[in-house]
Structure formats: C-alpha cells, structure tokens
C-alpha cells in the first residue's frame, strides 16, 4: 500500500475480514495435509514392521509347504489353496446373483414401496457385521435348519464322465458352505456398487437406443452393461478382495486353524490334471485360509511363529494389492472402449 494512503473504516474491516479468511482456509489446507501424511505415515510403520518380521522367513520353501508345528517347517500352502477355492466359489455365486439382481432393481423393477424397502435393507446388510453372517452360515449352510438330521449320510451324487460328484446333506463343515457365506456376506456390497455403475449411465443412452428400436434387453446387453463394465468390475473385485481378508465368519462354521493338506489333496495344479476327481472332492473338504492360518500363528506360545505370521500377512498384503490394481486396470481398460 503507498506511504500516506488513509483507508476508511470499512476498508479497513474488509481487510482485516479478507486477512482471517486467508488465515482459516490455510490453517485448514495445512490440517488436512498433517492428516494426510499422518495416515501415510502410520501406514507406513505398519508395513515396515511387517516387513521387517517377514524378513527373511518368506521364502518357496514358506509358500510350497504346509503347516507345521515346527516354525522352521510350517507354510502357508493349506491356506493358499483354501483362499483360492473360497474365491472362486464365492465369485460363481455372487456374481451372477448380485449383477442379475442390480439389473432388476434399476432396469426392470418399478419405483414402488417393496422396491425402496429392498434398497434400504440392502444398505443396512452392507454394514451387518460378519459375524452375523457366520452364525447364518452355520444354520443354513452347515447344518441346513435341521431337515437332513434324521437321515445318516445323504448324498446327491452326479458322474459327470471325468468324475463323480457327490454334494453331502447338510453340507457340514465344509469348503462349499465357506463360499456360500462369504457370498451372502459380499452380496449386499456387490449388488449395491452395480447400482451405482448402471445408474451413473446417462438416460440418453437408453433413449437413443430405444429410438432405433432396439428391445430393453438389447439396450441393457449393449449399451448399459458395457458402460457400467468399469464400475460393476470394480465393484466385484473389491468385495472379493473384503472376503479374502474374512476370519470370524470361517471360523463361525468351523474352518480349521491347523490344516496339513489342501482341500481335497490337491496340492498342485497337477495333481487336478491327473486325478480330475480330486477337483470335484475339493467343495465338500476341510478348509483353511490365510487369515485363519496367520490368527492360529499369531495365539502360539513361540515367539518364532510371530515372524511366520508377519510372513503370512505379507502374503495376504501382497495379494490384496494385486487385487485392488486389477480393478483398476479393468475399469481403466473397460472406459477406453466406451464411446459416446
């Protein structure tokens, strides 16, 4: 301001008012960056402990054995195989289940009163905790209400020409009923993030197909899936990535802490080309998973099988992370394709 410039009051105000509102919007740029990078950095001394626990016990011989009372000797591959078959099987039934009804709620259904409480409920089973969901696992999966208690060793048995497959009642505590837990579990989730995708896609694109005459089943097979490919994808695979990481609901139907086989003795993808009967035992086997197996570490009384355990959360780390930066290449790839 120039020597000898008087202001008047009201300038003087404005000035003072324009002075503190500089002031509150930096105290405020610099409080959420102390909290961004106290996140990062707290973030950060987890993982390096992590890390630094792993050292060094995280090796082929850790990933290619099972476990052991030994902490020298125990690995991870019963858990390996556990997860990847409690995936799989979650993906099959959750995803045809929570796409096909996310399609009905947004493209099919009428904005009616039972279709506003079914939106609301499956917001509220999104934030249900998963413990709950164990205790429903147990009593529908794994002992099914009961009405297979008077018959001993009742089996549906189907040979598909490879093999014989043969689904006990109740299923008991077995791999399948672990799958189809974490699928009611994720299912809310699955179902609301598709919602979201197909109602991101703009009206005008329904409209214009509609104006070339094309039926609502070929505009949703067409045009809206493939817009919502991207933010369905991702959907999907973050909800998988929140079952891979699940423990009290296995542990509610009794997934076991200390398993020395894969399920149905498939220890190498070999094993199922030789012996394809060994994939259709799998389902209905005992089970493990890494999450289980690093808890069943963590309780021992030996202080080595902390470092085995730091080793398996790296592992699970690892695989989340793999799993997050395949979504984002999947919606990154599927919004490419979309031309509008």
Not at 115 to 142: C, D, E, H, Q, W
Not at 164 to 179: K, M
Not at 235 to 245: C, D, K, N, P, Y
Not at 284 to 312: C, L, R
Request: charged share 15%; glycine share 8%.
């Amino acid at each position: 301001m120039p020597r000898g410039v008087q202001l008047s009051d009201q300038e003087l105000e404005y000035a003072r008012l324009l002075k503190r509102r500089h002031l509150i919007s930096s105290g405020f740029e610099w409080g959420c960056r102390i909290a961004t990078f106290s996140a990062l950095l707290f973030l950060g001394i987890l993982l390096l402990g992590v890390v630094w626990q792993a050292w060094g016990w995280l090796d082929t011989q850790y990933l290619t054995s099972f476990d052991s009372r030994r902490p020298k000797a125990a690995g991870l591959l019963a858990g390996l195989w556990g997860t990847f078959w409690l995936i799989l099987f979650t993906a099959i039934f959750t995803v045809p289940i929570g796409v096909g009804a996310a399609i009905y709620l947004e493209e099919y259904a009428r904005d009616s009163w039972f279709t506003r409480v079914i939106k609301v409920n499956l917001a509220n089973l999104a934030g249900v905790p998963s413990i709950v969901y164990g205790m429903l696992g147990v009593t529908a999966f794994v002992r099914m209400f009961g009405w297979f208690s008077a018959v001993d060793d009742l089996r549906i048995e189907t040979y598909l020409g490879f093999g014989t497959l043969a689904i006990p009642l109740p299923l008991g505590r077995c791999l399948l009923a672990g799958s189809c837990t974490l699928s009611l579990l994720i299912l809310p989730i699955v179902i609301i993030a598709s919602q979201e995708a197909l109602r991101a896609v703009p009206p005008s694109i329904r409209h214009a197909s509609y104006a070339l005459g094309a039926t609502k089943w070929q505009t949703i097979r067409h045009q809206v899936l493939p817009a919502a490919t991207p933010g369905i994808s991702t959907g999907i695979i973050l909800s998988l990535s929140r079952a891979m990481g699940e423990t009290a609901p296995l542990i509610m139907i009794g997934a076991l802490t200390y398993l020395a086989f894969a399920p149905g003795n498939l220890n190498t993808p070999m094993d199922g080309i030789r012996d394809p009967q060994l994939i259709l035992d799998a389902p209905f086997d005992m089970f493990t998973s890494i999450p289980i197996q690093i808890f069943n570490w963590v309780g021992q009384p030996k202080s080595e099988f902390q470092h085995v355990a730091a080793a398996g959360s790296l592992v699970l780390l690892v695989l989340l992370v793999l799993f997050n930066a395949t979504a984002i290449v999947i919606r990154n790839r599927a919004q490419k394709r979309i031309t509008w």
